[in-house]
Nanobody, 124 residues
Framework: QVQLVESGGGLVQAGGSLTLSCAAS????????MGWFRQAPGKEREFVAA????????YYADFVKGRFTISRDNAKNAAYLQINSLKQDDTAVYYC?????????????????WGQGTQVTVSS
């Protein structure tokens, strides 16, 4: 079992950048596909990005449009989400998640382990 803790959220002006981090403990992160999701008030949790175990490929939601970059460092047992050109629509709680299967999932039910989330608020 793996425990996940996100950090790096905060209040940022539109057009700014943030890097979210996801620190893992309890088991090596290299055993999991890592995903990032977000949930805005009143909306369902939505897929943002995912990176498989090896980190050799990355997958993004269509709305990302080149602004987000997911990465992982298995040696540091961590995953990251860099967000550039932030928009007010990016305001949400961002979650990292881990999936122990060998499939690539874009829905929350494909992930077994979740962090508590980190709030990102984008002001105008």
């Amino acid at each position: 079992q793996v425990q996940l803790v996100e950090s790096g959220g905060g209040l940022v002006q539109a057009g700014g950048s943030l890097t979210l981090s996801c620190a893992a403990s309890g088991r090596t992160l290299s055993a999991y596909t890592m995903g990032w999701f977000r949930q805005a008030p009143g909306k369902e949790r939505e897929f943002v990005a995912a990176v498989p175990r090896s980190g050799t490929a990355t997958y993004y939601a269509d709305f990302v449009k080149g602004r987000f970059t997911i990465s992982r460092d298995n040696a540091k047992n961590a995953a990251y989400l860099q967000i550039n050109s932030l928009k007010q629509d990016d305001t949400a709680v961002y979650y990292c998640a881990a999936d122990g299967s060998y499939s690539l999932h874009r829905t929350p039910n494909g992930y077994q382990y979740w962090g508590q989330g980190t709030q990102v608020t984008v002001s105008s």
